[in-house]
């Protein structure tokens, strides 16, 4: 099923550009996608989870962005 395709860190990391610290406190803080054990040493993501993710941080800094430029 493509929608529920797995995808390892480092696909993760260039997709969200972030530091794996970074990207570890935010789902630590749950506010980012939770990984996925795939084995005893191996985890991934559900790549949908992490689009929609990403496109849900774009909004908001797009509104950030808006907000500053109207003196707001």
Known sequence: ???DKL???KKMLDL???SRTTQWRMEKAGRFPA???LSSGAVGWHLAEVEAWVRGRERVQLG????EEMGG
């Open 1 to 3: 099923m493509e929608d």
């Open 7 to 9: 995808i390892r860190r």
């Open 16 to 18: 969200i550009g972030l």
């Open 35 to 37: 990984r996925v054990k």
């Open 64 to 67: 950030t962005r808006q907000r």
